[in-house]
Antibody, heavy 123, light 107 residues
């Protein structure tokens, strides 16, 4: 059974870069068939899709965050990563990694999620 | 971006009640609509994909319907473990967007 686990600092200073990693277990990223995504949730608020990556390295980002985001994949370590630059307090959120099908069509949903990691931006 | 709205924003219900939550998209998304359940401190859980397909392992009391711009999530007989927040999400466009959520709590 595929499981996702986020890791990274829980506290980041303003203007610095937030860096998180999502480790995939129980399956291989390089087997294809899925996009690997990041979603965040501001405290007490709804969900915001950040972006996703395919095992080959192809990415798609939320245009509202695109200028600050880099998502990368390391198939040898079976993990993918998020970097969000120039953070402010508005980036304080729970960050989730998630898997979605690359099969196309309407069967395109985030079917497996990590447990989430809280990141606070504060000096 | 495609905007998603949900109604109501919250509701109170009793165990055994039938509950219906509505989701509306700002443009037609055909059936590219998913529903998630989220409990406090937990990750969202996929319930319904493609508007009406039940995710494996999800109880059959959950059902989804709709197409185009209007969708519903129904719970036929609310159980204690169903008290949670429910989100819809569209996958029609390359920029995925979620509804603001509907919180279901105990009356």
């Amino acid at each position: 059974q595929v499981q996702l686990q986020e890791s990274g600092p829980g506290l980041v200073k303003p203007s610095q870069t937030l860096s998180l990693t999502c480790t995939v277990s129980g399956g291989s990223i390089s087997s294809g068939g899925y996009f690997w995504s990041w979603v965040r949730q501001h405290p007490g608020k709804g969900l915001e899709w950040i972006g996703n990556i395919y095992y080959s390295g192809g990415t798609y980002y939320n245009p509202s965050l695109k200028s600050r985001i880099t998502i990368s994949v390391d198939t040898s370590k079976n993990h993918f990563s998020l970097k969000l630059s120039s953070v402010t307090a508005a980036d304080t959120a729970v960050y989730y990694c998630a898997r979605r099908s690359a099969a196309g069509g309407a069967n395109d949903a985030f079917d497996i999620w990590g447990q989430g990691t809280m990141v606070t931006v504060s000096s | 971006d495609i905007q998603m709205t949900q109604s109501p924003s919250s509701l109170s219900a009793s165990v055994g009640d039938r509950v219906t939550i509505t989701c509306r998209a700002s443009q037609s998304i055909t059936n590219f609509l998913n529903w998630y359940q989220q409990k406090p401190g937990k990750a969202p859980k996929l319930l319904i994909f493609a508007a009406s397909s039940l995710q494996s392992g999800v109880p059959s009391r959950f059902s989804g319907s709709g197409s185009g711009t209007d969708f519903t999530l129904s719970i036929s007989s609310l159980q204690p473990e169903d008290f949670a927040t429910y989100y819809c999400q569209q996958s029609y466009s390359n920029v995925f967007t979620f509804g603001p959520g509907t919180k279901v709590d105990i009356k």
